[in-house]
């Protein structure tokens, strides 16, 4: 187990309801109309097997519970003891968790367990790599909606394992105006306008722009946050100088662990980076069997 860097907050457990159908649905597909042709034919009814779930590279773990639960699923009485927490780091080879089961259950889970747990992982490990990036400033990293279609609630998770934090969760949470939403509205201080007459108090307005003229303009009528995408760093920190503290400030566009740093030291509150969720690499992890099984 490695502690090197900060490690994130304890993160409340996800609530089952949130991944037992999503993951009640994985095994539905993988094992399809006649099951697990292979397992089946290989391992004995009623033979038990130990087995260790592994990680081949190292990085931040995320997803333990969700992903376990996809052994659970097929075989209620299985034995799991979990090693680490999510938010942990672990070494290449660390063992993040110890099963003993029913052998025919434990490998056909395997994949579905691997899967999503290799991918929020992968999640949680850039994640972790783009805070450390931007330490010593005020900057945060914050993913979007750019997320898995109905994963978003686990790639969100994983982010915040790794240290980072959320922007809203669907359409629901919050106004943001980008530019179709300005088309449509015929401009961005009227589309600014009919939000605020359209929402309740409590819900917050952000708007997207494009320059420093336009800025000014949504600062005037009252937006509590700025999306300021795709600008250089020198146009970002005099974004901020305008600004001075009114709403708060994201950055997006081209946001990589080698360009992260200059882009925080501008200023800005936030930093939003789409590819944490739609293009993380997932973390390799394995699920290594004991030489001995028993009946």
Known sequence: MSRSGPAAPRLPPLYPVVYED????????????????????????????????????????????????????????????????????????????????????LLSAERVALNLLGRLCGIATATRDLVRAVEGTQARIVCTRKTTPLLRALEKYAVRAGGGVNHRFGLDDAVLIKDNHRVLAGGAAEAVRRARAAVGHLVKIEIEVDDLAELEEVLELGADAVLLDNMRPAELRRAVEVVAGRAVTEASGGITPATAAEIAATGVDLLSVGWLTHSAPALDVGLDFEARASL
């Open 22 to 105: 999503l993951v009640r649905d994985a095994l539905r597909e993988d094992l399809g109309r006649a099951g697990d042709l292979t397992t089946d034919a290989v391992a004995a009814p009623g033979q038990r097997a130990e087995a260790a779930v592994r990680v081949r590279r190292a990085g931040r773990v995320a997803g333990l519970e969700p992903s376990l639960w996809a052994f659970r699923c097929l075989d209620p009485a299985v034995e799991i003891e979990t090693l680490v927490e999510d938010g942990d780091d672990a070494d290449a080879g660390a063992v993040l968790a110890r099963l003993a089961g029913g052998a025919r259950q």
